[in-house]
């Protein structure tokens, strides 16, 4: 069968390859691949600068946000023949540390988990994928091919629910969110947030076109420009951009009481100046909460399924800007100036 795979840590290794069906031993359920979306992560893992192979191999099969259908599962498993599903990313790690112990593989405390496509584990990237029924997420059927948005939208379905619970510290009502960074993560969360029913603003360096026109859609206010120009303190921003500036202008901006999420991964080397003691005691003095955010477990699955439901399918489907059929596969690996979501297409059904 055919495989999309890289060799970790050589850039530019990315092949579409013929590998060994997958094994029994890689989970009960037989998964045909439908989709899979490519992301920020699978840019970092083809330039080398993050990704493992898995033990005794120099190859890793990419792919992390899957979309698949059953083909073959266990009577007792859950799963049957057609069952539109999902991969879960990370498995918790052989200690097992607290989190991991719980199901709370999202918060692995001493790094030892595994995450498909990204590290120590094939991802979901070719025709053909095993998983274990207790790592797998049934669809809703209607949900169709939009159902590739499912991981990425429980990266913020976790942002979301950590925010939730950070708020509950105390007596808060917050009535605005800041999302910075109108990618797809950014407009999953800025759906959340109206979903949350809060006023929700996102701010972008691109003036005009597709996430200008999504963000209005939505009901939401699009910024352009800095942070620090805003003419309001947002209660919760949450920053997807990964971009320095952004980050200290966040820290700066956020309202009093106010929750900053950071939910963007930084590349490396980004140098600005934070006056230390200023953010300190802007804390300090508002009761302000930083904090970083990263995968998600089951639940934030079943959270986002619940927020892809009730969202407009319409609006969803513009998410995915290009669809790149299985042939043409590199052209899904190079980024597009007006790209929000690409998915790569291994079947139509
Ligand atoms: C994935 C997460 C993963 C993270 C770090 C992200 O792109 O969506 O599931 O935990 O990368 O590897």
């Known amino acids: 069968m055919k495989a999309v795979t890289i060799v970790p840590g050589k850039a530019n290794s990315a092949a579409l390859q013929e590998v060994r069906e997958p094994s029994q031993a890689e989970g009960d359920v037989l998964v045909r691949g439908l ?21 005794g191999s120099s190859h890793l099969i990419l792919g992390h946000e899957s979309l698949g259908r059953v083909e073959d599962a266990p009577s007792n498993s859950g799963f049957q023949k057609g069952d539109l599903v999902v991969g879960i990313v990370r498995r918790p790690d052989p200690v097992p540390c607290v989190g991991c112990a719980v199901g709370q593989w999202d918060m692995c405390r001493n790094g030892q988990y595994t995450e498909r496509g990204i590290k120590e584990r094939n991802g979901f990237g ?14 809703e059927p209607h949900l169709g091919n939009l159902g590739v948005l499912m991981e990425p939208a429980s990266i913020l379905a976790k942002a979301w629910d950590h925010i939730a619970r950070i708020g509950q510290r105390a007596e808060w009502k917050p009535k605005n969110v800041l999302v910075t960074g109108a990618g797809p993560i950014g ?8 979903q949350h029913g809060l006023e929700v603003h996102v701010l972008d360096r691109v003036t005009e076109g597709l996430k200008p026109e999504l963000v209005s859609e939505l009901g939401a206010e699009y910024h352009t420009g800095r942070v620090k120009q805003l003419k309001f303190s947002p209660d919760i921003i949450i920053e997807c951009t990964g971009v320095a500036e952004v980050i200290v202008d966040s820290l700066d901006k956020v309202g009093s009481d106010g929750i900053l999420c950071l939910a963007g991964v930084s590349s490396h080397g980004q140098k600005d100046t934070l006056d230390v003691g200023c953010l300190n005691r802007k804390l300090v003095l508002e009761n302000g909460v930083v904090f970083g955010t990263v995968n998600a477990n089951r639940h934030h699955y079943e ?47």
């Open 35 to 55: 989709a899979l979306g490519i992301c920020g992560t699978d840019f970092e893992l083809i330039s080398a600068e993050y990704g493992w192979a898995p033990p």
């Open 303 to 349: 959270l986002a399924q619940k927020s892809l439901c009730q969202a407009d399918q319409g609006w969803l489907s513009k998410l995915i800007t290009r669809r790149v059929p299985l042939e043409r596969w590199e052209e899904a690996l190079k980024r597009g100036a007006d790209d929000i979501k690409v998915v790569l297409e291994f079947s139509k059904n």
């Open 126 to 139: 070719s025709e053909l994928w095993r998983n274990e029924s207790n790592f797998t997420v049934k669809l």
């Open 187 to 194: 407009l999953l969360g800025a759906l959340m947030g109206k």
